[in-house]
């Protein structure tokens, strides 16, 4: 049982590349989320999914895009990298989204854009 | 929207000694999460609140919500190096049980000196 899992853990990317960051879970969570983590503003929902299927804009949704077309994998898409996404992007998920189980994060990916 | 404001941003105390976090809502908190991180790594849940005035301990980490719910603080006693992370709290803004867009404070880096 890995948990949640996301790859890669570093990358660094050119102004106007495109990316796609993974996240996996093998718990068989319903609910998936993503996260940007930057200095001084704490952690700020950029998508999430209720189920496979099922999308939804967060906080801060702009310049990316999501998918889920299995339980397990929820990627996050950079269609035109800007040097305003570098920051280092964390993945959730928990079990149901009607329970109040908290979410478990996946160890982030760091991403730089120059 | 809602807003979580921790306080302090930064602390440093000396092994042994007792502190505390405190996260400000500015609504009225729904369920409320405490969450370490530590640097590198993604957040490891430590406690969920939801009842005012409920109060949660793990080990020498103990946990308040108020009865307004506005408010929570995060108690360590005689801390140890171990304890060293960033804190986060984070909220459910939603009435809806379970929708589950956390937001989060900005966090609190805890410096533990030997």
Same mark, same amino acid.
């Given at each position: 049982?890995?948990? $949640?899992?996301?790859? *890669?853990?570093?990358? $660094? ?14 718990? !068989? ?9 930057? /200095? ?19 906080? $801060? /949704? !702009? +310049? ?10 929820? /990627? ?6 800007? *040097?305003?996404?570098?920051? $280092? ?12 189980? /908290?979410?478990?994060?996946?160890? +982030? ?6 | ?11 440093? #105390?000396?092994? @042994? ?17 405490? &969450?370490?991180?530590? &640097?590198? =790594? ?24 108020? =009865? ?16 060293? @992370?960033? &804190? ?14 956390? #937001? ?11």
């Amino acid at each position: 049982n890995a948990g $949640v899992t996301q790859t *890669p853990k570093f990358q $660094v990317l050119k102004t106007g590349q495109s990316m796609t960051l993974q996240c996996a879970q093998d718990m !068989n969570h319903e609910y998936m989320s993503w996260y940007r983590q930057d /200095p001084g503003m704490g952690l700020r929902l950029i998508h999430y999914s209720v189920g496979a299927g099922i999308t939804d804009q967060g906080e $801060v /949704p !702009n +310049g990316y895009n999501v998918s889920r077309s299995t339980t397990e994998d929820f /990627p996050l898409r950079l269609l035109s990298a800007a *040097p305003s996404q570098t920051s $280092v992007y964390f993945c959730a998920s928990r079990t149901d989204r009607r329970s109040n189980q /908290p979410q478990h994060f996946g160890d +982030g990916t760091r991403l730089s854009i120059l | 929207s809602q807003e979580l404001e921790q306080s302090p941003q930064s602390l440093i #105390v000396q092994e @042994g000694k007792n502190l505390t976090i405190n996260c400000t809502s500015s609504k009225t908190l729904y369920g409320l999460y405490w &969450y370490k991180q530590k &640097y590198g =790594e993604g957040l490891i849940f430590l406690m969920m609140l939801q009842k005012g005035g409920e109060e949660k301990s793990h080990e020498k980490i103990t946990a308040k919500l108020d =009865e307004k719910k506005q408010q929570s603080s995060l108690h360590i006693t005689a801390s140890q190096p171990s304890h060293a @992370g960033i &804190y986060l709290c984070g909220a459910d803004p939603s009435t809806i049980q379970g929708a589950q867009k956390l #937001v989060f404070g900005q966090g609190t880096r805890l410096t533990i000196n030997p």
